[in-house]
């Protein structure tokens, strides 16, 4: 079965500091990723996708996230984060025969201003 | 204004009480879906519909059922409501035959408690 795991649980970093999250996936044929996000009290909300293509795909917010086929793995960047992106972030696959999303377990996110 | 309207967005209900969330999208999405979100398991899919009259078990559909008359609307029902369902419940739409390909777009979540 598909199955999504993202690294990082909690994470705290201050204003201006680089974030990765890690992502990584078991599925062997093709996957269609995502990433979206929780901002405290609001639903979730798409930051980016990869579907085919250029595998550093950008998103809103100054996101970024890098497919790496070989490792099986998505991880999100952003080079300089601000106290406005304290969320949860999830990493997805879609999966085709049910059209549902497989999430990871999501990673909460802190910046301290 | 495109928008998945859930009601409740909060509810404490005793064990065993029949209760219904509602969920209502109005941008014509064939698919629609419904997640429950629990700490450290991220979220799972409970049931969903690719159009009307049409729904099915997603992984965790025991204690709940659905009903899609209509395209618009998709309610999850609770017949009898256990702690175990206490969690955060977020219903979905997506045009086509599912999220697979396309933006999911979530509604503002149901904080359920039963107790």
């Known amino acids: 079965a598909q199955s999504v795991s993202q690294h990082n649980h909690h994470v705290i970093l201050s204003e201006a500091a680089s974030l990765e999250l890690g992502c990584n996936y078991s599925?062997?044929?093709?996957?269609?990723l995502f990433w979206y996000v929780q901002y405290p009290g609001q639903h979730l909300q798409l930051l980016l996708k990869?579907?085919?293509?250029?595998?550093l795909v950008k998103g809103i917010k100054g996101f970024e996230a890098e497919f790496i086929k070989s490792k099986f793995s998505f991880n999100l960047r952003k080079p300089s984060v601000q106290w406005s992106d304290t969320a949860e972030y999830f990493c997805?696959?879609?999966?085709?025969?049910?059209?549902?999303?497989?999430f990871g377990q999501g990673t909460t996110l802190q910046v301290k201003p | 204004e495109a928008q998945v309207t859930q009601n409740p967005r909060y509810l404490i209900t005793v064990t065993g009480k029949k209760l219904t969330v509602t969920c209502s999208q109005n941008?014509?999405?064939?698919?629609m879906s419904w997640y429950r979100q629990d700490p450290g398991l991220g979220l799972r899919q409970i049931y969903y519909?690719?159009?009307?009259?049409?729904?099915d078990k997603g992984d965790v559909p025991e204690g709940y059922k659905v009903s899609r008359k209509e395209k618009r609307n998709f309610p999850l029902i609770l017949e009898s409501p256990s702690p175990n369902q206490t969690s955060l419940y977020f219903c979905?739409?997506?045009?086509?035959?599912?999220?697979?390909?396309?933006?999911?777009?979530f509604g503002q979540g149901t904080r359920l408690t039963v107790v």
């Open positions: 599925y062997g044929g093709t996957v269609n």
């Open positions: 941008m014509n999405h064939e698919y």
């Open positions: 990869y579907f085919s293509g250029d595998p």
């Open positions: 979905a739409s997506s045009p086509g035959t599912g999220f697979m390909n396309t933006e999911a777009f």
């Open positions: 997805a696959v879609g999966s085709g025969n049910t059209g549902k999303l497989i």
């Open positions: 519909s690719m159009n009307v009259e049409v729904t």
